[in-house]
C-alpha cells in the first residue's frame, strides 16, 4: 500500500497477486509492458516468505510458513503436454468448483466417514487477461491463461489424524543409489508382507477414487504428482489425500441424475468425458502411470501385483451391488484399454508449433488390462 501511495495511486483499485520472478522476466513484461508503463500492473517487490517449487513446477509452497496456502502460478512452461498456465474462466471458477467437490463428499456418508480423502481445495483464485492479444483471432491458446493465481490448501496436520503422516505418491518409485527403495524400507517398518502392505495401499487409494467415479461420475487425474498418500505410525497407507481440482477434475459426458443440479458455473467449466475415456484417468493415471512402475520396485510378481488391485475393486463392487449398472458404464475391468501416447504428441501431431486449443493426449491403439481375467 505504501508503494502505491507514494505513486500517487489508490490501492483500493487494485487486486493483489503473486508472480514468479521468472515469469515476469520472460511474460509479464514483454507482454503486459503497455500495462506496466501505465501503472495498470505495479510490481511491489520481492514478498517477505520463501517459497520452494512442488514437482509440478508452478505450484509453490510457503516454506517461512508452512500452513499459508500454496501458490499455482500460471508459469507458462511447456511441460508434459501443455503449456502450464491458467485459463481465464477456469481459474475463475476454481473457489466454486472446490465447493461443489467438497460438497459431495461432505453429504455421502460412505466418504465422509469411512474412507475420509482429503481433499485440496482451492479457495481463492485470481487472473488478468491480454486484452490485445485476447482480440486476436485464433491466438495460441498459451496466450489467454498468462497472468492470475489460485491459492490451494496446504496439506497439514489439520486435516490429519494424530498418528498420520503423508507423501506424495510419486514418492513411492523411488530409489536411492545404493539400489533400495522407499517402498522396500516402508514395508519392512510396516511389518507387513509386501503383498499384505499393498493390500493396505489400494485400499487406501481405491475406494475413494472409485466412489466418486462410480457414483457421481467424477474423476481426479490420481497420478503420481496429484496423489499424496497418508500413512500411519508404522509406514502403513490408511487414505488418500488429492489436489489439482480444477485443471484435473472430469465429469461424465453421459447423463447421470447426480449430475443433474451441478450449480453454474462448476456445470460450464469442468470438462465432460465419455464413461470409458473417464476411466482413463484411472487406468493411465494411476495404473499405467504409476502402478506399472511400482510392480518394478516391489518384492511381487506381476500376477500377485493387480490380483491385489484387481481384487480391491471387486470388494468395492460387492460392497454398492446397487451401483452394478455403473460398473458396466465405466468399465475398469475390460479387457484391453486404449495407450495414450504424450511422446506422439510432442514428436508427430503438434510438435513445438502454436495451436490455439490445447492440445488432447493422443490415443494410439490398445493394451491388455492386467486387471480382466
Ligand atoms: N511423478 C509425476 N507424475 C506426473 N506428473 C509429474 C510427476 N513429476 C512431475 N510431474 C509434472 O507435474 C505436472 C502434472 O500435471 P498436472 O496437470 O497434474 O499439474 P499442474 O496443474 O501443472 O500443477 P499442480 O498439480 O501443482 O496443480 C506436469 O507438468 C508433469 O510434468
Ligand atoms: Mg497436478
Redesign the pocket.
Known sequence: MAVLTKRGLDPADYLWLPVHPWQWDDTILPLFAADVAAGRIVPLGDGPDDFRA??????FSNVTSPSRHHV?LPLSVL??LVW?GLPTERTVAAPAVTEWVLGLRDQDEFLSDEARPVLLGEVASVTVRHDLLESVPGVPYQYLELLGAIWRQPLTTEQLDADEHARTL?ALLYVDPEGRSLVGELVSRSGLTSKEWLARLVHAMLPPLLHFLYRYGVVF?P????AIVVFDEHEVPTRLAV??FV??VNVSAAPLPELADMPAPVDTILLQEQPDFLCQFIHSGLFVGHFRYLVEVMDLSQDDFWSVVRAEILAYQRRFPELAERFALFDLLTDRIERLCLNRNRLLLDGYRDRPERPHAAVHGTVPNPLAR
Open positions: 512442488q514437482q509440478s513446477i508452478r505450484t499455482k511441460n508434459t502450464r510419486a487425474s497420478h503420481g504428482e496429484n489436489k489439482d485443471d484435473d
